[in-house]
């Protein structure tokens, strides 16, 4: 394996072991120095976000011992490459662990998971920013522009959009905290059948933090029934869950059922077929936006 690019960053220079990793969406390079430090190289055209991205991580790692600590953050010299240091978080990713975890295990790993993610949501956005309501409802018109060009069931477009544009004052007032806006198990790292980490910050965004919880009817619930419920739970600090939550938790959950599509078209045939079908799911779970308690939560037993 060649490291000729990475030669100069003096932490490389001092490695014993360097192993790459590969999975998952991202277009960064990513490696792991010594089982101690990630090493995530990305194009200077983005340094200036991902500089945001390192210095949130800095603030997050005094809101909890679960996410990596920011080490360092530089441009790699006669390149177009920046790169950052963080610490690296041990273990397996959740999509992976869950399935060798007995159902109590996996709960409790999603109940610290939840807690954790919570106390990240109290880091407040910066002053100057937007209120989530214009930046929300902006991005909103916007889904429902691209999905007009998709072509899909048109009753489904329509009662997407009613829904959603009857709902939009929800979003009204609603607090701009941090948000890691990809939160689902392939993010969240588990070590000793216990809840170890949260990875992956990439996509972090200001807002309101239930947002945050879009995802779980699409990529957490799949994995881990028992999982996710522990999420919730957790979040709650295991305190019974108001209405004015569920409100807002499938309010989210239809936006993303529209980004996801939009996103999913783009991307792929494959990645469509599969958002496609898990947006149908979020809908059954929901019974057509019936109900606001997803049923693989009220029947957690």
Not at 45 to 60: A, G, N, P, W, Y
Not at 88 to 114: C, I, K, R, W
Not at 254 to 260: D, R, T, W, Y
Request: charged share 30%; proline share 4%.
């Amino acid at each position: 394996m060649q490291h000729s690019s990475i030669e100069e960053i003096p932490i490389v220079q001092k490695a014993d072991n360097i192993q790459t990793l590969t999975k998952g969406f991202s277009y960064d390079e990513k490696y792991v120095i010594d089982e101690q430090y990630l090493l995530r190289i990305f194009s200077s055209d983005t340094k200036h976000s991902r500089r945001k991205e390192f210095e949130t991580i800095h603030q997050l790692s005094t809101y909890s011992n679960y996410v990596p600590e920011a080490i360092a953050f530089d441009t790699l010299k006669e390149s177009d490459k920046s790169y950052m240091i963080l610490s690296y978080l041990p273990g397996t990713d959740g999509e992976v662990a869950l399935n060798h975890l007995m159902d109590e295990e996996q709960y409790s790993t999603g109940f610290e998971a939840g807690r954790e993610l919570k106390k990240l949501h109290t880091l407040p956005a910066p002053s100057d920013y937007p209120t989530w309501f214009e930046v929300k409802q902006r991005k909103i018109s916007k889904y429902f522009k691209e999905l007009e060009k998709i072509d899909v069931d048109q009753g489904l477009k329509a009662m997407l959009e009613n829904y959603i544009k009857e709902r939009e004052c929800l979003m009204e007032n609603r607090p701009n905290r941090f948000q890691h806006d990809d939160f689902h198990p392939s993010n969240i790292v588990i070590e000793n059948k216990r809840f170890s980490g949260l990875i992956d910050f990439q996509r972090m965004d200001w807002g309101d933090p239930i947002h945050d919880l879009q995802k779980l009817g699409f990529f957490s619930k799949q994995v881990s029934v028992p999982f996710t419920n522990g999420i919730l739970d957790g979040y709650h600090e295991g305190k019974e869950i108001s209405d004015s939550f569920w409100e807002l938790f499938i309010f989210y959950s239809a936006v993303h059922i529209v980004s996801a599509l939009v996103w999913g078209e783009k991307r792929s045939p494959e990645q469509y077929e599969l958002l496609y079908e898990r947006s149908l799911e979020v809908l059954r779970d929901h019974e057509d936006f019936n109900r606001i308690v997803p049923k693989w939560y009220t029947e957690k037993g």
